[in-house]
């Protein structure tokens, strides 16, 4: 009998774990422990005063790419691909180009380039398309879902547009939460397990 209290005490302890709102602390985007980081998480991106504010918004504090880059395209996409990158996924790319360093902030130039690995570099043709727009107009309804009416999924959302999209494009941050608010593996916003995250918008 003891051990089987014991043994739901730490299934409890484990289920309210998991139910309790994952945040950006401990995820790969908590700095703060790094001799950089002034023992900060947010610094590196956002700062309340001074920041460079290299988007024109969120209190932008981390320097941008000047990099140019080349996108998916392909002869079956019906979203035309673009010439110049939206601002809301710029700020992944002061990071994930590695053309900049990630402690590069606040108007010092630092050295400690994203791991390989999690590098996309500038050619961005073998990855998925970004800063491409996403409406029924575009893409119409066949092996697409429209994204004014059709659910996002996400926890307390409501449409792909609403939740996913920016300005009504799709962008890194559309599959990706750099906060890790969901506390899926990648910074997901939602679980790619059976291609999950894919078939909110693919209808294939
Ligand atoms: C690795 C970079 C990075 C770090 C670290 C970071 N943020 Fe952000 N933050 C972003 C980006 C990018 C956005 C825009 C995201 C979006 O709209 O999806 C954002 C958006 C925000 C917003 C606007 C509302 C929202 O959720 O979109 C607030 C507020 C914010 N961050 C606060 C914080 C705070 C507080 C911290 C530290 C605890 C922090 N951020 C750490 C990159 C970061
Ligand atoms: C301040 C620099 C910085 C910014 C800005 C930034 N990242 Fe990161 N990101 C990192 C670093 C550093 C790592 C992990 C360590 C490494 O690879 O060197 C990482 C890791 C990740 C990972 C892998 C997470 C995992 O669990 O394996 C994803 C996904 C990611 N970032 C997406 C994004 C997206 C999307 C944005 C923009 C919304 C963004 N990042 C903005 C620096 C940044
Ligand atoms: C259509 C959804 C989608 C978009 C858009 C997207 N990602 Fe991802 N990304 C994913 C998925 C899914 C994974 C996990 C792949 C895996 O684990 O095999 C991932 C993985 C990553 C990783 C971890 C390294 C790797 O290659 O697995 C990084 C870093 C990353 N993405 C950054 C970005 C950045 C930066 C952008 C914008 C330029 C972006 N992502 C746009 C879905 C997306
Ligand atoms: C937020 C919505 C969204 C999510 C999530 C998403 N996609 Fe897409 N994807 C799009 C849109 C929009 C296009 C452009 C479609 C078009 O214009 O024909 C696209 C294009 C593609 C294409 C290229 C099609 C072509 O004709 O060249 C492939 C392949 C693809 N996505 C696969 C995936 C996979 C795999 C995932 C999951 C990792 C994923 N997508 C997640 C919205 C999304």
């Known amino acids: 009998m003891k051990r089987l209290v014991l043994a739901t005490t730490v299934i409890v302890l484990v289920l309210s774990g998991n139910l309790a709102k994952a945040v950006i602390t401990g995820s790969q985007h908590d700095f703060h422990s790094a001799s950089w980081a002034n023992g900060q ?13 290299a988007t024109g918004s969120l209190l932008w504090n981390h320097a941008a790419s000047a990099a140019s880059y080349t996108f998916y395209n392909s002869p079956s996409m019906k979203a035309t691909a673009p010439t110049v990158m939206s601002d809301i996924s710029k700020t992944c790319m002061g990071c994930h180009d590695g053309t900049v360093a990630v402690d590069s902030f606040g108007g010092v130039t630092g050295s400690t380039l994203v791991s390989t690995t ?13 800063s491409i727009t996403y409406s029924l107009a575009v893409t119409g309804l066949k092996g697409m879902y429209d994204p004014a009416v059709a659910p996002s999924g996400l926890p307390g959302g409501t449409t792909i547009a609403a939740d996913l999209l920016y300005a009504g494009k799709v962008e890194c ?7 890790n608010s969901f506390g899926i593996p990648r910074m997901l916003k939602k679980s790619n397990a059976s291609s999950a995250l894919c078939l909110t918008c693919h209808n294939i």
């Open 173 to 179: 941050n559309s599959c990706h939460d750099v906060h």
């Open 41 to 53: 998480i947010c610094l590196p991106c956002h700062a309340p005063h001074n920041n460079v504010n």
């Open 118 to 130: 999690n590098r996309l570099g500038t050619v961005l043709g073998n990855d998925h398309p970004i």
